[in-house]
């Protein structure tokens, strides 16, 4: 009964989102490891199944839709699109989680050229509607501003990268603004002797040169410092946050394009019929889990589940993808086992 729920869910989701102009599509469950490599780095191992095969190399038990999707729109080189998917996904989890390593996806993914604050928005309400009456919560967040306030920051491009490249990773990211806002060491003797593994001495010259550069940069400024902090901190109702975020602008005036977009994007919303009051807002949101979003992302939760849906914008992603070819994209996944949970808890 529970196997047949979630089919009848699944096919209600996909239903929906052909309504609204998306053509089904399928992919691969087997995907490339080196393409996946190449865009998350080595960390997507910890949390992916890997296998090697004689012909196709080192391959990934599908972790998401989202890459291949991308590459195979990049390739038809159709736009507007949209399109619509279902199937399982495989993740890597502890054991003491609980959580299933394979479960079900439903996906919507818009790729058009058009006012992204109104595609954004359109896409939003569509899954605001197919989650219409149940017990979750709405949370919406812009990486965009996040990574305005970094680029933003007056410090060496070597350091801002640094910074942007570990904003996935909060610990991280933190370890580097301490070390970044301290005064700096004397060098330390470097002892020269054989070289050993897989670097050349060329590289540890390398190595120890940029150490010496980044040695040599003044300190972070504290004062930007405490201002990044509270810009990643801000939260709470949509237009409170709005607010918070315009006072922070003039002491970050980086940002302020980016605020100015997420004004517009509440009034896409609330011309959308979803009132922006009834959003929370995280500038924060999705720091952890959603790694290839570079503007506007969404989720929405249920106590004690998973998150029953998540996207946002992944206009970057399609520049890599498609080897300098851009164009604007945004989607997102929801899951057809916990809506079904949550219509029968109901």
């Known amino acids: 009964m529970q196997a047949e729920a979630i089919r009848t869910t699944r096919d209600t989701l996909l239903a929906r989102f052909e309504a609204a102009g998306a053509v089904r599509i399928e992919a691969d469950i087997l995907q490339p490891a080196a393409t996946l490599l190449d865009l998350y780095g080595e ?7 890997v296998t090697q095969d004689p012909l196709r190399g080192e391959q ?3 972790p998401d839709f989202t890459v291949p999707v991308v590459q195979m729109h990049m390739a038809a080189k159709a736009e507007p699109a949209r399109y619509t998917y279902a199937g399982p996904v495989f993740r890597r989890q502890e054991s003491e989680t609980g959580r299933p390593s394979e479960y079900p996806q439903v996906g919507f993914e818009v790729f058009d050229r058009a006012a992204p604050e109104g595609v954004e928005a359109a896409l939003f309400a569509e899954f605001h509607g197919a989650l219409a009456g149940l017990p979750v919560r709405a949370v919406i967040g812009d990486m ?20 942007m490249r570990h904003l996935w990773r909060p610990t991280r990211f933190r370890d580097l603004l301490d070390r970044f806002a301290d005064v700096p060491s004397a060098p330390e003797n470097v002892v020269s002797g054989p070289v050993i593994g897989l670097r050349s001495g060329a590289d540890v010259a390398a190595r120890l040169a940029r150490l ?19 810009v990643m901190s801000i939260k709470g109702p949509a237009p409170a946050a709005l607010k918070a975020l315009k006072v922070a602008a003039r002491d970050m005036a980086g940002i302020a394009g980016e605020v100015a977009r997420l004004a517009a994007r509440l009034d896409a919303l609330s011309d959308a019929g979803i009132d922006p009051a009834t959003l929370d807002f995280e500038v924060s949101y999705g720091r ?30 399609t520049r890599v993808l498609g080897q300098g070819r851009y164009v604007p994209a945004v989607g997102g996944v929801i899951r057809p086992d916990l809506v079904a949970a949550l219509k029968g808890g109901m």
């Open 144 to 163: 965009a501003i996040l990574r305005a306030a970094v680029e933003h920051l007056e410090t060496t491009p070597a350091r801002k990268a640094a910074l």
């Open 60 to 62: 990934m038990l599908r």
């Open 212 to 230: 010496d550069a980044d040695r040599a940069a003044p300190p972070l400024a504290e004062s930007a410092r405490t201002a990044l902090e509270h």
């Open 43 to 49: 960390d997507i191992r910890g949390r992916a199944y």
């Open 288 to 317: 952890t889990s959603m790694e290839y979003y570079d503007g506007f992302v969404f989720g929405f939760t249920a106590a004690d589940l998973p998150p029953v849906a998540t996207g946002g914008r992944y206009d970057a992603l």
